[in-house]
T-cell receptor, first 112, second 108 residues
């Protein structure tokens, strides 16, 4: 089954404790992206990757890192989480110029 | 600065009503506009529009793009409670930018 898988789905952590949210897709998509979703603000892009070893900042990259060592995986790293990073995070992948995106189920992160 | 604006932000209707959701945009190097439906979890794809004036249709949902006036509309006829969701518009240029969404609530 074609899918985008994120883990963990739910996480409560404390300020400053490094964490990684994994994302994996099995559709051989070149494009992958991370979004955060906050009430009233819609989906805001954090980072995206056009292909292996190619990553770029989105609209809200501060406090996040990513890597794209393999085509299928695109982890999101929070080196020192802060409460303002409490949010719902979505990973997505897509193919082609016009890029219909396939989304993961979301990861709800709470930073205390 | 690129922007995508959806209106209204929220809408409450009764079953059987017809609704029109709006998405206007200002972006450079426009490639396509996509509509997604988001219920409790991940957004799911509805339509992709690349050309003006060509209506895309799927059941009771339809959408059209106007590249001259820089907007798209999503129509839902004979609404049902299962149509209750947040509807997201996204515009693709060099990347993809989402609007804030329209929250549609359909009451029985």
């Amino acid at each position: 089954e074609a899918q985008v898988t994120q883990n963990p789905r739910y996480l409560i952590t404390v300020t400053g404790k490094k964490l990684t949210v994994t994302c994996s897709q099995n559709m051989n998509h070149e494009y992958m992206s991370w979004y955060r979703q906050d009430p009233g603000l819609g989906l805001r892009q954090i980072y995206y990757s056009m292909n292996v070893e190619v990553t770029d900042k989105g609209d809200v990259p501060e406090g996040y890192k990513v890597s794209r060592k393999e085509k299928r995986n695109f982890p999101l790293i929070l080196e020192s989480p802060s409460p303002n990073q409490t949010s719902l995070y979505f990973c997505a992948s897509g193919q082609g110029r016009n890029r219909e995106l396939f989304f993961g189920e979301g990861s709800r992160l709470t930073v205390l | 600065e690129d922007k995508v604006v959806q209106s209204p932000l929220s809408l409450v209707v009764h079953e059987g009503d017809t609704v029109t959701l709006n998405c206007s945009y200002e972006v450079t190097n426009f490639r396509s506009l996509l509509w997604y439906k988001q219920e409790k979890k991940a957004p799911t794809f509805l339509f992709m529009l690349t050309s003006s004036g060509i209506e895309k249709k799927s059941g009771r949902l339809s959408s059209i793009l106007d590249k001259k006036e820089l907007f798209s509309i999503l129509n839902i006829t004979a609404t049902q409670t299962g149509d209750s969701a947040v509807y997201l518009c996204a515009v693709v240029n060099n990347d993809m930018r989402f609007g804030a969404g329209t929250r549609l609530t359909v009451k029985p």
